[in-house]
């Protein structure tokens, strides 16, 4: 096995260069004068599986890029490509409007037509997006990484809640392994979110708050859902909240006033590269480094 790695999951690729099973492969993604992608490549693929590790977007240079590797290394002889995503960006256009694109599929489709065989990515935002790829689509639960923040932290008591219906899912698959590590027995409240044009709407919290909250989301983008969600507990008696969500993009600064909402701690995963680390005690990045890895251990 081979593995392709993008700059910006530096660090990533550093925890998988460990698999004693899993060479480097050696490519340079460069632009003719006018602008215009290509890929050389360093490294003979002739009948190899290959891995690619990278983002789509944004920019959405990634996205060309990595799909422009893949088609090289296709065509260089290899015998099949797992492309590892982490975050699936796209993947919460997955909702078939009258009018609007459907990003996903769009996403799928040009995987497939790249010669990418199978995507494995964490936490995938819908079972909406598998049945949308064209090709297999294989989401790593990061529900282990946050289940031993759990006991580490000692929430056992906290009430676990979901912020929209969709990650209730989430909630429930915590609730169980957490009361493995940790004996956690809370029951999940949730929230009901609608989007509208003027933004996110939400109503009160369905279920119980207790003085400490944990909330469970795949996504923190510009944070306006958590923040929505934990301005309501907190009227509702929450005192200490944290967050655990998948990925952390924290688009713009709005989510910073997360918190002034009896915010103590977020924690996400390294699924979305940050450029600069955070200075701030009160985020912990995970790495989800061991479930690629023993996701790529069984396909070798
Ligand atoms: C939506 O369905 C997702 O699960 C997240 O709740 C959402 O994408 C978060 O976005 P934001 O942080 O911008 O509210």
Same mark, same amino acid.
């Given at each position: 096995m081979i593995l392709f790695s993008f700059d910006q999951y530096a660090s990533l690729s550093g925890h998988l260069r460990m698999l004693p099973f899993l060479q480097e492969g050696v490519f340079e993604v460069k632009r003719y004068p006018n602008g215009e992608m290509h890929i050389a490549l360093s490294t003979s693929v002739v009948n190899q599986t290959c891995v690619i590790l990278g983002g789509i977007a944004p920019p959405?240079?990634?996205?060309?890029? *990595? +799909?422009?590797?893949?088609?090289?290394?296709?065509? #260089?002889?290899?015998?099949?490509?797992?492309?590892v995503i982490p975050y699936l960006a796209y993947s919460r256009h997955d909702k078939k409007k009258p009018g609007e694109s459907l990003a996903v599929a769009w996403i799928g489709a040009l995987a497939k037509a790249s010669g990418i065989d199978e995507v494995l990515t964490v936490d995938l935002h819908s079972e909406r997006d598998s049945e949308l790829f064209p090709i297999p689509l294989h989401s790593l639960s990061p529900i282990p990484l946050f289940a031993e923040r759990v006991a580490v932290l000692g929430l056992t008591?906290?009430?676990?809640?979901?912020?929209?219906?969709?990650?209730?899912?989430?909630?429930?698959?915590?609730r169980r392994e957490a009361?493995?590590?940790?004996?956690?027995s809370t029951s999940t409240t949730? *929230? +009901?979110?609608?989007?509208?044009?003027?933004?996110? #709407?939400?109503g009160g919290p369905i279920g119980p708050v207790g003085a400490r909250v944990l909330v469970v989301d795949d996504i923190l983008d510009t944070g306006e859902t958590l923040q929505l969600a934990c301005e309501k507990l907190q009227a509702h008696g929450a005192e200490e909240i944290y967050i655990m969500v998948t990925h952390g993009l924290f688009t713009g600064d709005g989510w910073r006033s997360l918190w002034e909402y009896g915010v103590?701690?977020?924690?996400?995963?390294?699924?979305?590269?940050?450029?600069?680390?955070?200075?701030?005690?009160?985020?912990t990045i995970l790495s989800v480094g061991p479930l690629v890895s023993d996701a790529l251990y069984i396909r070798q």
């Open positions: 959405d240079e990634h996205c060309m890029a *990595f +799909m422009l590797l893949a088609h090289t290394l296709k065509k #260089e002889g290899a015998r099949s490509i797992i492309a008591s906290a009430v676990l809640v979901a912020p929209d219906s969709g990650a209730i899912p989430r909630c429930e698959a915590l009361r493995i590590v940790s004996g956690i949730y *929230f +009901m979110k609608r989007r509208t044009e003027y933004g996110v #709407e939400h103590k701690g977020i924690m996400c995963t390294d699924s979305v590269p940050r450029p600069v680390a955070f200075e701030d005690a009160r985020i």
